[in-house]
C-alpha cells in the first residue's frame, strides 16, 4: 500500500514563503501522476497542481506565478514551493496520486481530485495579514 506523507507546513505572514514536501515509501513519481490540493475552512477542496509522470506541470490561476510543483524521483519526494503567500492561500495543504492524465481530453484533469486514488494526510498552511 503506498502512502503519502505531507510535512513543511506551518504558519507565516503575507508575503512569506513556505516548501511543502510528500514523500512516499515507494518509486511511484515515475509512474503517477501527481497533484497539490488544498481546503480551507467551510470551502471545497481545489486543486493546486499537478505534476504528470511525463514532467508537464499545471496550476491553479489563483496560483500561477507564486507557487512551483516539482519532483525528485530519486528521493521519492514531491515539493510544493509558495513564494508570495496571502491569507486566501490558508488552507490544509495535502498531496495525492493518481493517472488524470489518462484524460487527455480534459485539459484541467490535472486539478481534478476526483481522478486521484491515493492521499496523504494533509498539513496545515497559515498566512496571517
Known amino acids: 500500500q503506498v502512502q503519502l506523507v505531507e510535512s513543511g507546513g506551518g504558519s507565516v505572514q503575507a508575503g512569506g514563503s513556505l516548501r511543502l514536501s510528500c514523500a512516499t515509501s515507494?518509486?511511484?513519481?515515475?509512474?503517477?501522476?501527481m497533484g497539490w490540493f488544498r481546503q480551507a475552512p467551510g470551502k471545497e477542496r481545489e486543486g493546486v497542481a499537478y505534476i504528470y509522470s511525463d514532467g508537464s506541470t499545471g496550476y491553479a490561476d489563483s496560483v500561477k506565478g507564486r507557487f512551483t510543483i516539482s519532483k525528485d524521483n530519486d528521493k521519492n519526494t514531491l515539493y510544493l514551493q509558495m513564494n508570495s503567500l496571502e491569507p486566501e492561500d490558508t488552507a490544509i495543504y495535502y498531496c495525492?496520486?493518481?493517472?488524470?492524465?489518462?484524460?487527455?481530453?480534459?485539459?484541467?484533469?490535472?486539478?481534478?481530485?476526483?481522478?486521484?486514488?491515493?492521499w496523504g494526510q494533509g498539513t496545515q498552511v497559515t498566512v496571517s495579514s
Open positions: 495525492a496520486a493518481g493517472r488524470p492524465s489518462r484524460f487527455y481530453r480534459y485539459p484541467t484533469a490535472g486539478l481534478d481530485g476526483r481522478l486521484y486514488n491515493i
Open positions: 515507494g518509486s511511484i513519481y515515475t509512474t503517477y501522476d
